[in-house]
């Protein structure tokens, strides 16, 4: 697997790849990786001919008094992971080579959508994401990019990036991956000391009764939220950010569960906020 | 020549060329061509296998009030010209082909560059100018991509947009090309009547003065921009927008013609806006 620092390094690599007619693959991560990336590679692995893998925690995407510098890293255990899953390259760049002291451009969404939902309370988060993504997307040229479905806002607002931008990438989620006892695999899991790590179980436990009860057929989105915020706050170390039902696509507020609505949530446990959801449907 | 009206045939004529090795030239225009855009694609052929030139009228850069509506447009005309000057393809799309109903993405420098000479009084233009341009950019892939020196602002924004975006692509500015009694050559000198076709020419005699002002020594940009100034406003049907002297990349004002600063101005002769510049040293 090679190892890229620099900007120029990946540019010469992709390039020979593709006078060679090979099809690219970019999985871009914030690093301390788990199976949930993992997925990405393998899909990504099964779909391309070479595997782009970005491993950078972007500083654009954290307002000050975020995790920016808290973040996990370990660099060493990725390029195992990586290596193991068939990566073909890591793209591992300082802050300095990705953005210049005075880079001052940004690609964002004019609308509701990235104020929703995370957006709420990361207000700057998700022009960062945008940012960071597009300038990997112009670096990498892949043909496809693969995001977790656990970030849905994300991806949804990558997807609608990539169709408002006319980039001529296709847009690969994948499901969400998750501990035995049902937590969402995250980096930020690793802030979690025992106590939380058992309390944070009500993530996933809030998902399960909101789809039971859309399975027995509750579709009205008040009362499911509800219920689901309820069972939350019976967790003492909970504290929720937002529990909401938005339309998959726009990530704007329904009031009725159809298929293709998105439930998720965000919830703070202990000083760790953690998120998760599902889609009506699938 | 192809003729191209969608994203999609662009992206399969040029991913065929790429297989073949071959190297791509973008001109960005938005029609009603002359001898200036000429003088780009002449550029682009010699420089690159294959050239597209889009002729895009684009809205976004346009604010209500302006002249989005009254802009001229003569496709077949353009279509002799591009053919005459050896472009491959012409890319002419719809605005429904470039923007869906509910677009809602923009590529935007945060900084005062946008601000100054004609972001004054033309505050979203840039940012329509940066959409329309990365657009372009990721439906076209170009090697390199061919802008005037005319827009110096907009040269420099695109610069800048392509360092702080990580674009790989070499933009190539090319010089003014004026009329034979130095009117810069633009698609809207065609409002111009033939009495204000005559007072345009205090756009490019203000140039002269102040080039010939640098030349005997004089570098303090307020009294050269004084002595311009005075000049245009000898001309009845001139009316300033503004003439400054600013760092040929930042577009931040200074107050000393070094070689490298850009001497600018936008005038309305009638209520037609015309801009003008040189560089120093150049």
Known sequence: MIIAT???????????????????????????????????????????????????????????????????????HDCALLRQHGADMVFYPSVEEMYEPDAATYVEILSDMP??????????????????????????????????????????????????????????????????????????????NSEERQAALVLHKALLLGQKMIREGEHDAAKVISAMTESIEKEPLARIDYVSAVDGVTILPVDELQNGVLVAMAVYIGKTRLIDNFTVGE
């Not at 099809?23 to 997925?39: K, N």
């Not at 001919?49 to 510098?69: C, H, I, K």
């Not at 993504?133 to 670096?139: D, G, Q, S």
């Not at 479905?149 to 690969?172: C, N, P, T, W």
């Open 6 to 76: 620099t900007i120029a390094q990946v540019r010469e690599q992709v390039s020979k790849w593709k006078a060679q007619g090979l099809t690219i693959g970019l999985v871009p991560t914030m690093g301390y990786l788990h199976e949930g990336h993992a997925s990405l590679v393998n899909k990504a692995v099964s779909q391309c001919d070479r595997v782009v893998v970005s491993d950078f925690v972007n500083p654009t995407q954290f307002a000050p008094g975020e995790d920016l510098e808290a973040y996990p890293r370990d660099f060493e």
């Open 115 to 192: 104020k929703m939902l995370c957006g709420k309370t990361r207000p700057i988060h998700f022009r960062g994401v945008c940012t960071v993504v597009a300038k990997l997307f112009n670096i990498v040229t892949p043909d496809r990019a693969y995001f977790g479905q656990k970030d849905a806002q994300q991806l949804a607002i990558i997807r609608k990036m990539v169709r408002d931008m006319s980039y001529g990438i296709e847009i690969v989620g994948c499901p969400i991956v998750r501990e035995p006892d049902g937590l969402a695999k995250s980096s930020r899991n690793t802030y979690l």
